[in-house]
């Protein structure tokens, strides 16, 4: 037994078996040790492996020989008579399902013996698999393409001149599938060619600083746009460079302080650049009409919609027109629909005008109104004592009122900016503020809306929507009219 054992093992694994195997095979005496230790060292979809397994557990836990494949000179040999029963007595059925062919299996399985066990069907035309009767006629188990036997062939041939068989209808899906597939090429090759017509106007950016630096004018020499470039440089490190820089003249003598003060020549030059530039472009049209003693100014029309728009807009003394010049007077002027969103308490604190300096990490060069807005986050019981206490102990006033409650993604009201100081110059100007970022935006005149209006919030200033924007001046018309009743 053991030798056996011993031969059919490294028959099956195909490496030499040791003795320390050998004595943990001759100690299993349970069917759950024999499927323990066998399970992850044969497989039972070998052929060679399951009936090593069979013959195996049939010695080792029934003390039986093992089974013989039987020869093809024994394979019509009936077992010998049971008992009891005499020779000349008709013997009963017997199949060896061990024999060298090889049973089908009930249900379409995989199988590789290249139809060497199993009959042939046929060969598959997609992948040229050779498909047994094991695999069944139908959709290949590699490729998903149909085989079929001869006979079958047959019969579809016979069945497609009467307009039943599968592949027309399979050929009339592919056409179909294919019309559409060209109906979506042409579609996206229209509209490629739709956006390679209208490139230049969809992709025309509008850039707020070219009304003080065209470096990038198509009509300015190389020199001029170096030019440009050099100033547009120094005025940014000026705007927000360190005060360390900053140059002091002392006249002794004179008994003067004088501060330099570059930004006028940085104008001035910028001013003499574009006057050379204009007087080239005017000296080359009086040429070409020497009537004319200047260039034609350029006029602005508004398109259709805007005109709409703005005739829909009732006359209630709201500055609407929005300028893209950034003027800082003319933005003071104009309410540019520009919204910050804040995190509660503190946009609610900022409203009420308890907060009066809200500080950022990025410059901003928006001045006049802004309004402010109330993230969706909801504000914790911690955060409104500690700001409580905080103010409290920076105005000297214990009685001092805060608002009741603290709305989230809501618009609250405005304020107006009035500056975005750098926190050097914040310093010097409020030695006592309260914000250390390095850019505080000193806000007064708070107006609280008295209903707050959902908006949805975004990073930074954005743009108000026009409809919210109309309604929040609306309700701070009606609020500003009810407290000009309630005074007089």
């Known amino acids: 037994m053991e030798n056996w054992l011993r031969d ?8 030499v078996v040791t003795e320390q195997m050998m004595s943990a095979i001759l100690a299993i005496k349970t069917d759950q040790d024999f499927d323990n230790y066998f399970g992850n060292l044969l497989s039972e979809e070998n052929e060679e492996h399951r009936l090593f397994l069979l013959n195996c557990r049939r010695m080792l836990l029934s003390g039986k020989q093992p089974r013989q494949r039987s020869t093809k000179s024994n394979q019509n040999h009936s077992p010998p008579a049971p008992a009891g029963k005499s020779g000349s007595g008709k013997s009963g059925k017997y199949t060896n399902i061990y024999a060298s062919e090889t049973k089908v299996l009930k249900g379409r399985r995989q199988c590789q013996c290249q139809a060497t066990q199993h009959k042939l069907i046929n060969n598959c035309l997609g992948c040229g698999r050779i498909v047994c009767e094991q695999e069944g006629s139908g959709p290949c188990l590699f490729c998903n393409e149909l085989v079929y036997t001869a006979a079958e062939e047959d019969q579809l041939l016979a ?48 850039d707020d600083e070219l009304d003080y630096f065209q470096e990038n004018s198509v009509w300015l020499t190389e020199e001029e746009r170096e030019k440009f470039e050099r100033l547009k440089s120094e005025m940014q490190e000026l705007k927000h460079g360190s005060r360390l820089k900053r140059k002091i003249k002392i006249d002794f003598a004179g008994r003067e302080v004088q501060d330099e003060q570059p930004e006028q020549r940085i104008m001035q030059e910028l ?74 308490p503190w946009a609610s604190l900022l409203i009420a005008g308890i907060k009066k300096h809200e500080g950022r990490v990025w410059y901003s060069e928006h001045r006049g109104r802004l309004w402010i807005a109330s993230t969706s986050k909801l504000p914790h019981d911690e955060d409104i004592e500690h700001m409580e206490q905080f103010y409290k102990q920076l105005y000297q006033d214990p009685n001092l009122k805060f608002p009741e409650h603290y709305p ?9 900016v009035d500056d975005c100081l750098p926190q050097e110059t914040y310093r010097d100007l409020y030695p006592h503020g309260e914000s250390d970022s390095p850019y505080v935006l000193v806000c007064t005149k708070p107006e609280q809306l008295p209903i707050f209006l959902p908006v949805q919030g975004d990073h930074k200033i954005y743009e108000l929507p026009l409809k919210t924007h109309n309604a929040a001046c609306k309700t701070l018309l009606k609020a500003r009219a009810l407290a000009a009743k309630a005074t007089n």
Do not use: W
């Open 159 to 206: 069945k497609a001149h009467s307009g039943q068989t599968t592949k027309g209808n399979k050929k009339k899906q592919q056409q179909q599938s294919q019309s559409q597939s060209l109906d979506q090429a042409l579609a996206q090759r229209d509209r490629l060619l739709e956006y390679d017509k209208n490139s230049e106007k969809r992709t025309t950016v509008i």
């Open 271 to 344: 001013q003499a650049s574009i006057n050379s530039s204009k007087g080239n472009f005017t000296s080359g049209l009086s040429m070409a009409a020497p009537n004319l003693d200047m260039a034609k100014p350029l006029v602005y029309r508004a398109n259709k919609d805007f005109k709409t728009s703005m005739a829909t807009i009732s006359n209630d003394g709201l500055e609407r027109v929005y300028n893209r010049v950034q003027d800082k007077e003319l933005m003071e002027m104009q309410d540019m629909r520009q919204c910050l969103s804040m995190h509660q």
């Open 8 to 15: 059919s093992l490294s028959k099956c694994l195909e490496c």
């Open 408 to 416: 989230t993604a809501s618009l609250l009201g405005c304020v107006h």
